[in-house]
C-alpha cells in the first residue's frame, strides 16, 4: 500500500507524442502526484522544470531534437527523479548508468506505475536508486541477495586459481616431465 507523502511531488511530463504524454500524466495524476506542465522537447522539459521547482520529470527517450537520454544526467545531477521511458533497451541501460531514477519499457505500464509510486514514497531526498528499484524486466524484479553473489564470485575465482595449480584437477599433483 502506497505512503502519504509528506511534501507534495510535482512532475513535468514530456513526449513528443500528444497521446503518449497525455497518458503518462494521467498515470501520474492517478498516482496522487501532481502534473505541473508538459513538455514536447527535453529542453522545454528542462527549462520547465527549473522554472516550476518540479522535483521529478517523466522523459520519453524518443524526442525532437535532443533526445530525453541525452538531459537525465543534467537532472539527476540536480536531484531531480527522472523516468524514463523508451523502446530501446540500449538506452534503457544507458539512463540507469547516467542517474536515472527509474528506466521504464515505453508500453509496460504496471513497471510505469510501480516507478511512479516509488517517486511518491516518503524518502531521504539524497537517496539514489540503486539494484532492483532502477531496473525493469521480469529477471531484475526478484531481491538479490549480493553478498551471496560476491561470496559465489570470490570462492568462483578460488576454485578456478587452484585448477591452474594443480594442471585442472584439484588436488592432483602436477604431471611429471619426461626428459
Not at 521547482?53 to 520519453?60: E, I, P, R, S
Not at 528506466?103 to 537517496?127: H, S
Not at 591452474?164 to 616431465?177: K, T
Amino acid at each position: 500500500m502506497r505512503q502519504t507523502v509528506a511534501m507534495t511531488v510535482s512532475v513535468v511530463v514530456c513526449d513528443s507524442d500528444e497521446l503518449a504524454r497525455r497518458a503518462l500524466g494521467r498515470v501520474v495524476a492517478e498516482r496522487g502526484l501532481e502534473v505541473i506542465a508538459e513538455a514536447t522537447t527535453a529542453v522545454e522539459a528542462v527549462t520547465l522544470r527549473e522554472a516550476l521547482g518540479a522535483t521529478a520529470v517523466v522523459l520519453g527517450n524518443e524526442l525532437q531534437g535532443m533526445a530525453g537520454l541525452e538531459v537525465v544526467p543534467e537532472l539527476a545531477q540536480a536531484g531531480v527523479r527522472v523516468i524514463l521511458v523508451s523502446n530501446d533497451p540500449d538506452a534503457l541501460a544507458q539512463a540507469r548508468q547516467a542517474g536515472a531514477f527509474y528506466a521504464v519499457e515505453r508500453g509496460d505500464l504496471e513497471n510505469f506505475r510501480r516507478a511512479v509510486d516509488a517517486l511518491g514514497e516518503a524518502a531521504d531526498p539524497d537517496e539514489r536508486r540503486s539494484g532492483v528499484d532502477r531496473r525493469s524486466g521480469l529477471d531484475r524484479r526478484e531481491h538479490q541477495e549480493w553478498s551471496k553473489v560476491t561470496r559465489e564470485r570470490r570462492s568462483g575465482d578460488e576454485r578456478r586459481r587452484a585448477d591452474r595449480r594443480h594442471g585442472g584437477q584439484e588436488g592432483a599433483a602436477p604431471a611429471a616431465v619426461s626428459a
